[in-house]
């Protein structure tokens, strides 16, 4: 409703304010005037949709979602309370096209106007890919994509965990493919796959299974995968949330990513250690296949039994080529054994001309063995042991005693042979044929007594001997 009009007259100017003779439109305060403008506001847009690109997004710490819709003539401050923020289906970051629903109401303390936004979207297919494209390059300049943080899968794993809808076509076809390669321990962590919360689901159950211990009651998978049936962008959104795609690139444990089909493409598949163009594909890149794998255990058994049995046939090969080419042991021997048959018969001819010559010998020896001649050398012996004795007689130091020479000694016995030796004694000895004599050299000194002699047995026919004959 418009309201009163004024002119210039009806201005009056003054010093203080005062109240016009019949005017009943008293002042209104400024909360009055916000409070009126509200109230209009809300009445007359209480439900609008708007598109318009955000920016200055911000989200509180009380949850709330501050922004602003621009466009290329306007902007236009937007609120969202954390009720509505968390039913959201994305992300809200600046740059993003949106369409939001809400109503318009003025915020008095800036005196500016604004939209309570109830519901925001996405701007149609263009704008969700342009927030994809955008959302990738981010993730990827933090590295979440390098190939090297791609890490190989477990060639046989005994457990596969596997996040999905426990109700959908795709936990069956897992399960059906597992079955016909290679069966195993399988857990299946229920989850929502498109709408509202599946996001936050599919990252909880990538961390669940990455915090589960080793030696747990429940076995821990050794590969996880993440499945989804095909569908639109918007129906395979949750796989594009950046809360999917850290989950997958910081999980423990080796992640297929196996959502939509071939031509179906998401964040997670970047961030996964493979991708799989369907969920039956990524059961077949899991595990092999049992049958191929017994297969070729037996052809590794019978590589291995030829492997062993080849080097013993070439051994034989060789050894029967070697031995072809040897002598026969009769042709080597047979020049030795010739010779020794040889030497054989020789020495038998040997021995027997030997003894017949040694018969000769023995019977010309007897011929010539004489008494005379075997008396002979005995003579000649007597006659030398006959001079011998001869010799020893005429050796014998006491014989010239018997000649009237004497043998002096000293005191102890020693043979004393000159005259400047006996001076120099005190007593001496002079042995005679017949016995001993004790005397004193001329020139000694008086009084000296001579040295007792040293006591020498008798010799046999000297005196007090006895009956003894002389041996010499």
């Known amino acids: 409703?418009?309201?009163?009009?004024?002119?210039?007259?009806?201005?009056?100017?003054?010093?203080?304010?005062?109240?016009?003779?019949?005017?009943?439109?008293?002042?209104?305060?400024?909360?009055?005037?916000?409070?009126?403008?509200?109230?209009?506001?809300?009445?007359?847009?209480?439900?609008?949709?708007?598109?318009?690109?955000?920016?200055?997004?911000?989200?509180?710490?009380?949850?709330?979602?501050?922004?602003?819709?621009?466009?290329?003539?306007?902007?236009?401050?937007?609120?969202?309370?954390?009720?509505?923020?968390?039913?959201?289906?994305?992300?809200?970051?600046?740059?993003?096209?949106?369409?939001?629903?809400?109503?318009?109401?003025?915020?008095?303390?800036?005196?500016?106007?604004?939209?309570?936004?109830?519901?925001?979207?996405?701007?149609?297919?263009?704008?969700?890919?342009?927030?994809?494209?955008?959302?990738?390059?981010?993730?990827?300049?933090?590295?979440?994509?390098?190939?090297?943080?791609?890490?190989?899968?477990?060639?046989?794993?005994?457990?596969?965990?596997?996040?999905?809808?426990?109700?959908?076509?795709?936990?069956?076809?897992?399960?059906?493919?597992?079955?016909?390669?290679?069966?195993?321990?399988?857990?299946v962590w229920p989850v929502l796959v498109q709408g509202q919360g599946s996001a936050e689901q599919v990252a909880g159950a990538v961390r669940g299974f990455s915090a589960m211990g080793l030696n747990g009651p429940v076995p821990r998978p050794d590969v996880v995968i993440v499945a989804r049936g095909g569908g639109s962008i918007e129906d395979l959104w949750s796989f594009n949330e950046e809360i999917v795609v850290r989950a997958i690139a910081e999980s423990s444990i080796p992640v297929i990513s196996a959502v939509g089909h071939e031509t179906d493409t998401t964040l997670a598949d970047f961030a996964a250690d493979r991708r799989a163009p369907t969920p039956t594909a990524a059961a077949e890149m899991a595990v092999p296949v049992r049958a191929e794998l017994a297969a070729t255990l037996d052809e590794f058994a019978l590589r291995k039994k030829r492997a062993i049995a080849r080097p013993v046939a070439l051994g034989r090969e060789r050894l029967e080529a070697r031995i072809a080419r040897m002598p026969r042991p009769e042709a080597i021997l047979a020049q030795a054994a010739q010779r020794v048959d040889d030497l054989s018969e020789r020495l038998r001819r040997g021995l027997a001309d030997r003894a017949r010559q040694a018969g000769n010998g023995l019977q010309l020896a007897t011929v010539r063995l004489t008494p005379a001649l075997l008396n002979r050398p005995v003579e000649a012996r007597r006659e030398r042991l006959i001079a011998l004795e001869r010799l020893r007689l005429q050796l014998d130091p006491k014989a010239p005693l018997r000649r009237g020479y004497v043998l002096v000694s000293d005191a102890s016995g020693h043979v004393i042979k000159t005259a400047i030796d006996a001076r120099k004694q005190g007593a001496l000895t002079i042995e005679f044929t017949d016995g001993r004599v004790d005397v004193v050299p001329a020139g000694a000194q008086s009084g000296a007594k001579p040295a007792p002699a040293a006591k020498r047995p008798a010799r046999p026919g000297s005196a007090g001997s006895g009956d003894q004959a002389e041996l010499f």
């Open 1 to 187: 409703m418009p309201g009163p009009s004024f002119t210039d007259d009806d201005v009056q100017t003054g010093l203080v304010a005062r109240a016009t003779p019949g005017d009943n439109a008293e002042p209104l305060s400024i909360t009055e005037i916000s409070a009126r403008l509200k109230r209009t506001v809300e009445d007359s847009f209480g439900f609008v949709r708007l598109r318009g690109e955000l920016s200055g997004v911000k989200l509180a710490a009380s949850g709330h979602l501050y922004c602003r819709l621009k466009d290329e003539g306007a902007q236009l401050d937007g609120v969202m309370w954390r009720g509505s923020v968390q039913r959201l289906a994305f992300r809200p970051e600046d740059g993003i096209e949106v369409v939001a629903t809400g109503k318009l109401t003025t915020y008095a303390g800036r005196s500016s106007y604004q939209i309570v936004i109830e519901s925001m979207e996405i701007a149609g297919e263009g704008a969700l890919l342009a927030l994809l494209e955008k959302t990738k390059a981010r993730l990827e300049a933090e590295g979440l994509f390098r190939p090297e943080r791609k890490r190989a899968l477990p060639f046989m794993p005994r457990t596969i965990g596997v996040v999905t809808s426990p109700t959908g076509a795709v936990i069956r076809d897992i399960l059906h493919r597992l079955a016909d390669r290679c069966p195993c321990h399988v857990l």
